[in-house]
């Protein structure tokens, strides 16, 4: 089978591109890292106008969707340009509350971008300080949290981590499978997007780092190095999209694994390449360096999905 996307799909791509480029999206990170939601919270409006929350919900809800192929692409994206907040929490919201009593009330608000929402994975809920709902699952049952203990430590700054508590049954019969496959796939799709970044930034800097009177890219080992981290990434593209085709679990594990350690094969060459400067705050490049390995953990960590796999 040979898939590619269509011309529509690819300049939805562009659009989303061009959009987020013009947002100056490290500064949006490094003020939700800070525990200012705001800048955050006009980015997430604008990507509601773009339609990238309608995606994920059913036309009977006023979404579009669920559409996993272009969820895929969007969220490609967002990866590329470190968006920070629950994004793939809150599609994976739209999942689990589908066809429940509590669709009516939350599915509409979350295509028009009015609902920011999260769920755990493992006994962390992202962001939920600047979540407007906080689902938690039981069974088949979902809670909407009470509240959230304090701040946790977490890897990435800007993946703000919390401990919901309590909370009052919404619905019954959610699609709790379903919804964790759609969490594991967007963030593959959130992973492969931070690879690409992590690449692109270390093949310019190395085009321009000169030592010996020359580019260090020009350097074969380092051009190997690169060279290693693309081929990585590039095998993860398309297991990514044809997951987002068949929505089957073991090829999403697949592509979860695959981009997961692309990703971070990449955030390590770019670390390593770029020398000491990589490990400074001050260069954006620290913003995709930490998002690398905890998205490869989150959703279904490397062991978890090579045990679906052969299972």
Do not use: N
């Amino acid at each position: 089978m040979r898939f590619l996307l269509d011309a529509e799909q690819a300049e939805f791509g562009r659009t989303l591109d061009r959009m987020l480029t013009a947002a100056d999206t490290p500064s949006v990170v490094r003020a939700w890292a800070g525990g200012d939601a705001g800048p955050g919270r006009a980015l997430w409006g604008r990507l509601a106008e773009a339609g990238v929350f309608a995606l994920a919900v059913p036309e009977a809800y006023e979404g579009v969707g669920p559409l996993p192929v272009e969820l895929a692409l969007s969220y490609v994206e967002l990866g590329r340009h470190a968006v920070p907040g629950p994004v793939v929490e809150t599609a994976a919201v739209a999942t689990l509350l589908s066809g429940t009593e509590a669709a009516k009330e939350w599915l509409p608000r979350i295509a028009a971008g009015e609902v920011v929402a999260t769920l755990p994975s493992g006994p962390y809920a992202l962001d939920a300080d600047a979540a407007d709902a906080v689902f938690m699952v039981d069974g088949d049952a979902v809670r909407l949290a009470a509240g959230y203990g304090p701040l946790r430590e977490s890897a990435d700054p800007a993946r703000r981590l919390f401990v919901p508590e309590g909370g009052e049954v919404v619905a019954r019969g959610a699609k709790v499978r379903e919804a964790s496959e759609m969490a594991a796939l967007l963030t593959a799709a959130q992973a492969l997007g931070v690879g690409l970044e992590l690449l692109r930034r270390t093949v310019d800097y190395v085009r321009q780092r000169e030592q010996f009177g020359v580019p260090v890219g020009s350097f074969q080992a380092v051009k190997h190095r690169l060279a290693d981290a693309l081929v990585g990434l590039e095998f993860a593209r398309p297991l990514l999209f044809g997951a987002a085709l068949t929505m089957s679990p073991s090829d999403i594990a697949a592509a979860k694994l695959s981009a997961g350690e692309a990703a971070y094969a990449a955030a390590r060459a770019a670390l390593q390449l770029h020398g000491a400067v990589g490990y400074t705050e001050e260069l954006d490049l620290s913003l995709w360096l930490r998002k690398a390995r905890p998205l490869r953990d989150a959703w279904a960590t490397p062991s978890a999905c090579r045990a679906r796999i052969v299972a």
